[in-house]
């Protein structure tokens, strides 16, 4: 039976750590030097004996909240009342994590790892800024009354892109002068795509048949944690039986598309079947316990290939050895904590995806489909979003808090836009600094992080293209008004349709200013 978590982290009290980082924690998980609030928790999940499909095993706040959000178990602030042994996530302006020992009034007690380089209790206004809210663990003898499944169901990971993949994308995706002329220059002569011919080809074993198929067949590809899913309908035939396990095969005008399995059939009174196949990223949702030592990324998703009978093509060279131990999770998760540590220290995106039955990883800024041209011609209809309700301020208030003499002396730093505040009014942002000598410099940083407006971007109806899969670069160029976009952009998410020998794609992009 599990240890308390909390009574753990109380026994780590006054620890520090050794300089830049180096602690107990991060050796044990294998990432000593790097930042270790969330190391420091999942450490102390392991000493009490909590599974990590209870309190998942990472060094990512982002990967952490996302974690328990995918399973249902998080609470955002101000709508929970949060219980002794949940997480909480500071993801609002800073990147920190902590376990709440008990909330007293409106006062929220927590015990911190990597607070002014140790471990120390801290007390906040339940109603802090800067806390985003709390990861709710299914305990089994600590918070019984928590919501949510532990079982780890198949489900999105988050959409919204960290800081610093957002950072890494603003570097590759960096505005050019000669932007336009590069990418009129690539498909100038691609005009509307000729009729698209597909062809849908079964193996159940003991033969290969073809399918006609109805209208409106979809593929859709996710960028993080979902496998390519295939959708289509097609008139029962006895002596063309399609059943669970079934290869299916995708061609486009005779070149391989998509290559996937039936995992759904489902038949209407007319006669006619429907059909979901996903690709091999499917069987990432496979729970195992994996001990890896001294391995790239890369690597370790081979060893996982091989284990569960994948397929692999090219895997990039990540470059950052790891070592883990990953207990009783979801494939997905284990591979995406090594893409996110491998994201933090090398400054590099990488998007796994399936092509054609070869699983493939690859660096997003050798993703780029140029012959890909997205503009008010080759896109049917496309929404922009523009807020400023969530996450943006134009004034920053940080307060240092001197305690030397035994007197308080409250230091404040401020960075404001004042032509935003007559604009839109006053957005504040309020956080506490531990060392003054940042508080100018993070200040400035934090009013030049938050002080814009927040858009979003889809695009509709756009012309099929079989090189576009979420994780590609392609080329936009659309003015939406209060802003002109000349630029490569993310695709996030990539709904390819076939209706009347038609190719139509619907995208979720990111970059720059926008998120997916």
Request: proline share 2%.
């Amino acid at each position: 039976m599990a240890k308390d978590i909390v009574d753990v982290a109380i026994g780590e009290i006054g620890y520090k750590e050794q300089g830049d980082n180096r602690t107990k924690y991060g050796a044990w998980y294998g990432m000593n030097g790097a930042a270790w609030c969330h190391m420091f928790v999942s450490w102390c999940a392991n000493q009490a004996g909590v599974s990590t499909s209870v309190v998942p095993k990472t060094a990512s706040t982002s990967s952490g909240m996302a974690w328990f959000k995918n399973k249902g178990l998080f609470k955002y602030k101000g709508k929970y009342t949060p219980k002794r042994g949940d997480i909480v996530y500071f993801k609002t302006g800073r990147s920190h994590v902590g376990i709440v020992e008990k909330v007293s009034g409106s006062t929220l007690h927590t015990i911190e790892g990597n607070t002014s380089d140790k471990v120390a209790r801290r007390t906040y206004s339940l109603s802090n800024a800067t806390i985003t809210g709390y990861g709710v663990p299914k305990y089994a003898n600590l918070n019984e009354t928590g919501t949510g499944s532990s079982t780890g169901s198949f489900s999105k990971t988050e959409k919204k892109t960290s800081e610093l993949e957002l950072k890494y994308l603003k570097k590759i995706l960096k505005k050019k002068k000669t932007i336009t002329k590069e990418i009129k220059a690539t498909v100038a002569e691609t005009g509307k795509l000729p009729n698209t011919t597909v062809t849908v080809t079964i193996d159940n074993g003991k033969k290969k048949f073809t399918v006609p198929v109805e209208e409106g067949m979809k593929i859709v590809w996710e960028r993080k944690g979902m496998p390519g899913k295939l959708t289509f309908e097609a008139k029962y035939e006895k002596n063309f039986k399609i059943v669970e396990g079934n290869a299916v095969l995708i061609t486009l005008n005779g070149t391989n598309f998509f290559y996937g399995f039936i995992f759904t059939r489902q038949m209407s009174k007319d006669g006619f079947m429907s059909y979901t196949a996903y690709d091999q990223l499917r069987y990432l949702k496979n729970k195992d316990t994996i001990i890896f030592r001294k391995k790239r990324a890369d690597e370790f998703i081979k060893i996982i290939a091989e284990k569960f009978n994948m397929n692999c093509g090219k895997l990039e060279n990540t470059k950052h050895i790891l070592s883990r131990v990953e207990e009783n999770t979801t494939l997905f998760d284990m591979i995406q904590d090594a893409l996110d540590e491998t994201l933090m220290v090398k400054d590099k995106v990488y998007v796994l995806y399936d092509k054609c039955g070869k699983l493939r990883l690859t660096n997003v800024s050798d993703m780029k489909v140029n012959s890909c041209l997205i503009d008010k011609e080759t896109g049917e209809d496309f929404t922009y979003k523009t807020s400023i309700d969530s996450e943006v301020y134009n004034q920053i208030k940080l307060i240092y808090e001197n305690k030397e003499d035994d007197k308080k002396v409250y230091e404040i730093y401020m960075a404001r836009d004042k032509k935003n505040i007559n604009k839109w009014g006053m957005l504040q942002f309020l956080d506490t600094i531990d060392d003054p000598d940042v508080g100018k410099l993070k200040s400035n940083a934090l009013l030049k992080l938050y002080n814009k407006k927040r858009r979003s971007l889809t695009v509709s109806g756009v012309i099929g293209n079989k090189n576009v899969r979420a994780g590609s670069l392609v080329p936009i160029i659309l003015d939406l008004q209060d802003i002109k976009i000349a630029n490569y952009m993310l695709v996030e998410k990539v709904t390819h349709t076939f209706k009347n020998r038609q190719h139509s794609m619907d995208l979720i992009l990111s970059g720059g200013d926008f998120s997916g």
